[in-house]
């Protein structure tokens, strides 16, 4: 990810975003354990309304993680999913109002896959941090089963949702490591504060939004809130 060419739209928002970069972590570090107890409170009601999704998931991460492991193990990060890592960094880009100039990802012989996104602007925390914590897939896969609910069946969908889980949870951690340039700029420490409440958050919100719609992930966020404070 390269950040160039002074965009001065954008420097409010990354000013107010920066500032909150540390109250984030504290926040983060707060709400962990109400974040797993939420989690865990979702995953019953959802064995309790849908009895099978819990099957049809768990057989959608199975088939990936076996995909995974006969295919795709050798390769430490695919081209997909370096261009998911870069669309993710250029979606937050936008939500924050940097236009993105360019998206790469390409093979670059003895360095494996390797990506870059462009933006103009200073740029942000959270355009960094963005691809180690937000689901890509199975937002895509919420979308598709929210705009178009008689596409899939439902079984279809659940395990659909089991492999966009899979997915991104192999390739995030393929991706997670010491090296990674993304984890040295936004620091490790805060890193370490920062990623595992928002991973169980998004994780939560993905499957409230899989099994009831987005207006009852909202509820969860404020839900949250409430019972960390």
């Not at 099957?55 to 999913?81: D, H, M, N, P, Q």
């Not at 261009?83 to 993105?100: C, D, I």
């Not at 620091?187 to 207006?215: D, Y």
């Amino acid at each position: 990810m390269i950040r160039h060419q002074k965009y001065f739209a954008s420097d409010r928002v990354d000013a107010c975003i920066n500032l909150a970069k540390w109250p984030c972590a504290i926040f983060a570090l707060v709400a962990t354990i109400p974040a797993m107890l939420l989690f865990m409170g979702v995953v019953e009601q959802l064995n309790s309304t849908r009895p099978t999704l819990g099957a049809e998931i768990a057989a959608g991460v199975a088939a990936y993680c076996l995909i995974w492991w006969l295919f795709l193990k050798r390769t430490r990060i695919s081209f997909f999913s370096t261009l998911e890592h870069e669309l993710t960094h250029a979606l937050f880009a936008l939500l924050t109002l940097h236009p993105v100039t360019s998206i790469r990802s390409a093979f670059w012989e003895g360095k494996g896959n390797i990506g870059r996104m462009t933006f103009r602007g200073n740029g942000n925390w959270l355009i960094t941090i963005s691809p180690y914590f937000f689901p890509a897939a199975p937002v895509v896969t919420c979308l598709i089963v929210s705009v178009l609910p008689n596409m899939l069946t439902e079984k279809t969908a659940g395990t659909l949702f089991g492999i966009s889980l899979a997915y991104h949870f192999l390739s995030t951690w393929n991706e997670t490591h010491r090296g990674q340039t993304d984890l040295r700029n936004v620091g490790f420490v805060f890193a370490t504060a920062f990623l595992p409440c928002a991973n169980i958050v998004a994780i939560s919100l993905c499957l409230v939004w899989f099994n009831n719609g987005i207006g009852e992930a909202i509820q969860h966020l404020g839900r949250l809130w409430s019972l960390t404070f």
